[in-house]
């Protein structure tokens, strides 16, 4: 219970002038504060409607999706609405935390990498250096995984030239065998005219 409110419960108890002494309120800002009671019960009441709304996107048995979080959740309350009718990102956030409402994590952690401790260390070609001052000298290239509705996965490969910063070759595959890698060597090799010249190929190992 906040100060303001404490001095309204007991206002018909003891005199206002008493109450705000002991607790150290200035009389003027709780005057200030019973004036505004209408506006602050018209926000709770509006908040309390934004909330249902908020739970209805949210319910399978009204047709709602429980994995909603904040971003979906705006752009659905949002969609067709007019300038004075949408609602912000911060407000959406505010109402869901003060009422409990989250959406919930369906994504599983999905390991990108699984290092073989007892296998051959390759050495690292880069050492860590990752400029380039001439295309198609350096490559480094990852593995990332998208996550489909059925729960499955599909792993993505990459092969990024370091000076241009950009996509040179790419695969596409349900697993990560080494077969995955070389489709993407072989597709930048394409798309490069071959990778004669490149003096330095990476890994870039980490998880997702």
Same mark, same amino acid.
């Given at each position: 219970?906040?100060?303001?409110?404490?001095?309204?419960?007991?206002?018909?108890?003891?005199?206002?002038?008493?109450?705000?002494?002991?607790?150290?309120?200035?009389?003027?800002?709780?005057?200030?504060?019973?004036?505004?009671?209408?506006?602050?019960?018209?926000?709770?009441?509006?908040?309390?409607?934004?909330?249902?709304?908020?739970?209805?996107?949210?319910?399978?048995?009204?047709?709602?999706?429980?994995?909603?979080?904040?971003?979906?959740?705006?752009?659905?309350?949002?969609?067709?609405?007019?300038?004075?009718?949408?609602?912000?990102?911060?407000?959406?956030?505010?109402?869901?935390?003060?009422? %409990? &409402?989250?959406?919930?994590? /369906?994504?599983?952690?999905? $390991?990108?990498?699984?290092?073989? #401790? @007892?296998?051959? =260390?390759?050495?690292?070609?880069?050492?860590?250096?990752?400029?380039?001052?001439?295309?198609?000298?350096?490559?480094?290239?990852?593995?990332?995984?998208?996550?489909?509705?059925?729960?499955?996965?599909?792993?993505?490969?990459?092969?990024?030239?370091?000076?241009?910063?950009?996509?040179?070759?790419?695969?596409?595959?349900?697993?990560?065998?080494? %077969? &995955?890698?070389?489709?993407? /060597?072989?597709?930048?090799? $394409?798309?490069?005219?071959?990778? #004669? @010249?490149?003096? =330095?190929?990476?890994?870039?190992?980490?998880?997702?």
């Amino acid at each position: 219970m906040n100060r303001f409110q404490f001095v309204a419960d007991h206002r018909h108890t003891f005199e206002v002038k008493r109450l705000c002494e002991v607790i150290g309120l200035a009389r003027s800002s709780y005057y200030a504060w019973l004036r505004s009671a209408p506006q602050r019960a018209a926000r709770q009441s509006a908040d309390l409607a934004l909330a249902e709304r908020i739970h209805a996107l949210q319910d399978p048995a009204r047709g709602g999706d429980a994995a909603y979080g904040v971003p979906r959740i705006t752009a659905d309350l949002n969609d067709g609405a007019s300038g004075d009718a949408r609602i912000t990102h911060k407000k959406v956030a505010r109402v869901m935390r003060e009422h %409990g &409402l989250a959406g919930i994590r /369906l994504r599983r952690r999905v $390991r990108t990498t699984d290092a073989d #401790q @007892g296998a051959r =260390k390759h050495p690292d070609l880069l050492r860590r250096d990752f400029s380039a001052h001439s295309v198609g000298t350096k490559y480094v290239g990852d593995i990332t995984y998208l996550p489909l509705a059925d729960g499955r996965s599909l792993y993505l490969a990459t092969v990024i030239d370091l000076c241009s910063r950009k996509l040179a070759g790419w695969a596409l595959a349900d697993h990560m065998r080494t %077969g &995955l890698v070389a489709h993407a /060597l072989k597709a930048a090799a $394409r798309e490069r005219g071959g990778l #004669q @010249g490149c003096f =330095k190929v990476g890994v870039v190992r980490h998880q997702h």
